[in-house]
């Protein structure tokens, strides 16, 4: 007689935890086989067990309802991994790695009829949220996916339910934060405070922004506002994926995405959700109508889900129907996928209008890039362009800075006797107050068209001779320059 009955319940009674229900099933499974005869080896009920185990600990099980929807919490900060939320579901917070193992094994699990989002987070880290969203729009048109906000639903947390089939909150929900941001801390004054001098040596002006004791440039600003107004874009262009059908335009999204939350019947209103219910009433709504086309804002035409609204499929091999209604035949594809194309191409020309970025709107357009594939291009050209630039003006600024010292000092080098275009013989002019605000006055002004249109690095060197005493109570404020 095999031993393999008494080695599960032996292996059963001897766990120290709390099984879930996926685990118990499994053990359910392997009795039935031994009831039904299909004996198992006492190492094969050992190599199902651990392997339950294993998988068991990145807990991705989850709740299965009377009605078959498996209910998936998101609660918490959200990260990529388990490791930066402790691994633990709730109250610290929610990785992607685990919702993605518990949303995956939902969509193949035969006994779900539907999935359950229940939201209760304050949004979190955007790496790895953009790809999960988009699985579960895809999966939106297999599954049926609710969304529902238990009191708060924002940010990152927003972005996933905007991806649901249907998406309800609470009277007191807060819903929306939409918007992107990121913090970097400039200690450089706090450090000449305390006496201390960072020198920082890097092969680009914006890299290491942020280290300690490091001034943060207006350039440095300029280039990290430009990466978080893309990852906004990515941000918007999925809520209008998720909600364009409940009606959301993006001129209305765009007027609401300020960051603002909203809450309950407010946030339904500007259609942000479908509608306010208590957790119980959302529970005994049920699921909600899979997504089965979408209607182009351009044409009005219906096409399944196979067109992607962000890029290239737009081939359809199959007729779609809805609710009845006739179904929709080549031509009407073929009109919404040619006004779609042409919509990619406006959106494209019009985001890089600038004739810097001609040749990155031109390869776009050529390969089929999406606006935010686009945008993501042009940020790296845009890159670049910084760069050759701040080495031109780090330049000018070294060859100012020398002859402004030799100048100081009272006498002179080559590089200071060396006349140039902007080195006009003048003397000391009557405006000479002593006063920084002056000298710096008098570089602005020489900048100008009117003024010469001079570089910096020329303007201060001639600012410098015309107001010599405001130019030295300028200097006496600046800080030591390092080498």
């Given amino acids: 007689m095999s031993r393999a009955l008494p080695i599960l319940l032996e292996y059963i009674s001897g766990q120290n935890w709390a099984m879930q229900p ?8 392997i009795v039935e086989r031994h009831v039904r005869g299909d004996r198992i080896s006492d190492d094969e009920i050992k190599e199902l067990t651990a392997a339950r185990t294993i998988k068991g600990s990145d807990k991705r099980t989850f709740e ?4 078959g929807m498996a209910v998936i919490p998101v609660s918490g900060i959200i990260a990529k991994y388990s490791r930066l939320v402790n691994g633990s579901s709730k109250p610290r917070g929610t990785s992607i790695e685990t919702l993605r193992g ?3 094994e939902a969509m193949t699990d035969n006994r779900v009829k539907g999935i359950f989002l229940h939201i209760e987070s304050p949004g979190g880290n955007n790496d790895g949220l953009a790809d999960f969203a988009e699985d579960i729009y895809e999966a939106s048109f297999e599954k049926p996916i609710t969304a529902y906000a238990d009191d708060l639903a924002a940010s990152a947390a927003y972005w996933l339910g905007s991806q649901a089939n249907a998406f309800y909150a609470n009277q007191t929900a807060d819903v929306g934060s939409i918007g992107v941001y990121t913090l970097y801390v400039d ?3 706090r450090a000449e405070q305390l006496g201390l001098k960072f020198h920082i040596v890097r092969s680009g002006p914006n890299k ?15 280039a990290i506002q430009t990466r978080i107004d893309t990852f906004y874009d990515i941000f918007i262009a999925a809520v209008l994926r998720g909600r364009g059908q409940a009606g959301l335009t993006e001129e209305n999204l765009r007027e609401l995405a300020d960051g603002r939350t909203y809450i309950g019947a407010d946030a339904a209103e500007k259609k942000l959700i479908d509608g306010v219910y208590s957790l119980r009433q959302a529970f005994a709504a049920g699921p909600p109508a899979l997504r089965d086309s979408y209607t182009t804002a351009a044409t009005g035409a219906s096409v399944g889900k196979n067109y992607n609204r962000f890029n290239k499929e737009t081939d359809m091999a199959k007729e779609q129907t809805q609710d009845g209604a006739a179904a929709v035949n080549g031509d009407e594809i073929k009109e919404a996928a040619t006004a779609a194309e042409r919509q ?12 810097a970025f001609t ?6 357009i050529a390969e089929g890039k999406s606006l935010t594939e686009a945008k993501a291009a042009a940020f790296d050209a845009a890159v670049k362009i910084h760069t050759a630039e701040m080495a031109n003006v780090k330049s000018d600024l070294a060859v100012a800075n020398e002859k402004l010292t030799a100048i100081a000092a009272g006498g002179s080098d080559a590089t200071a006797a060396a006349p140039t275009d902007a080195d006009e013989e003048t003397g000391p002019a009557a405006g000479d107050d002593g006063k920084a605000e002056t000298y710096t006055a008098a570089v602005e002004q020489l900048q100008t068209k009117e003024g010469g249109g001079l570089s910096k690095g020329k303007a201060m060197l001639a600012a410098a001779k015309q107001f ?3 130019h030295a109570a300028w200097k006496d404020k600046q800080p030591t320059i390092g080498a």
């Fill in 64 to 67: 299965i309802t009377p009605g």
């Fill in 187 to 189: 200690s450089s004054a």
């Fill in 468 to 470: 010599p005493k405001s």
């Fill in 102 to 104: 518990q949303f995956d």
């Fill in 22 to 29: 996926a685990t118990l099933q499994q053990m359910v499974e």
């Fill in 208 to 222: 290491g922004v942020g280290s300690a004791g490091v001034e943060i440039t207006e350039a440095n600003l300029a």
């Fill in 359 to 364: 040749d990155c709107r031109n390869k776009a």
């Fill in 344 to 355: 990619r191409i406006a959106s494209i020309s019009s985001a890089l209008a600038g004739e």
